[in-house]
């Protein structure tokens, strides 16, 4: 075989080889094409898909947050508990080892999803809960002077927001009862210099041992 024979061989075979170069890159070509001309007939679908995303990102990120709830009455074990927003009240008393034996169940909404800072009280049998706040969380049943300040237990800036009561005054009745061992009614509070009936009478209703 000459060299001519040879050079029209290879000739045929480069020419070949060409078409199939072509083909392929058209192939691809229209691959790509086809790609991006369906994502921009499908905006709405696109935007969906990343709208679905964002929203089960979200969901997740809630269910997975970390709240603390205070759990009360008669439960096995009272305390603060670590839970997560998804929680129900039913849940939050389980952390707490469950209702005990004297427990009023009728009286707590065990189906409520629970809050941070949340206060769960379960009371005992024959116990009415007065109290429920807005979402219907149950508390402890309150004192009628809860809001009175404790002469045995008040600091002196607390002493200090009774009425005619200054830094000296709240002074002298923590050193009367640090002295007396304690105050067994309201009245000793007249035996503190300083203090008479006038003031007294300003104080009563405002004050509690």
Known sequence: MDYRELLKKYKQYLIVGMILVLSISGS??????????????????????NSTSVSQSLESESISQQIY???????????MYEGRANMRVWDAVMLAGGVNEEAD???????ERITDQMVIYVPKVGEELQVENKNGDAKENPSKDTSKVDL??????????????????????????????????????????????????????????
């Open 69 to 79: 709830v205070d759990i009360k009455g008669a439960v096995e074990k009272p305390g």
């Open 152 to 209: 045995n237990q008040a600091d002196e800036s607390e002493l200090q927001t009774l009425p005619s009561i200054g830094q000296k005054k709240a002074q002298e009745i923590i050193r009367y009862r640090e002295e007396k061992g304690g105050f067994k009614t309201i009245d000793e509070l007249k035996n503190i210099s300083g203090f008479g009936e006038k003031t007294f009478e300003k104080l009563k209703e405002s004050i509690k041992v």
């Open 105 to 111: 169940t009728k009286q707590v909404n065990f189906s």
């Open 28 to 49: 691809i070509f229209f691959m790509i094409v086809n790609s991006k001309q369906k994502q921009v007939e499908d905006p709405d679908e696109a935007l969906i898909m």
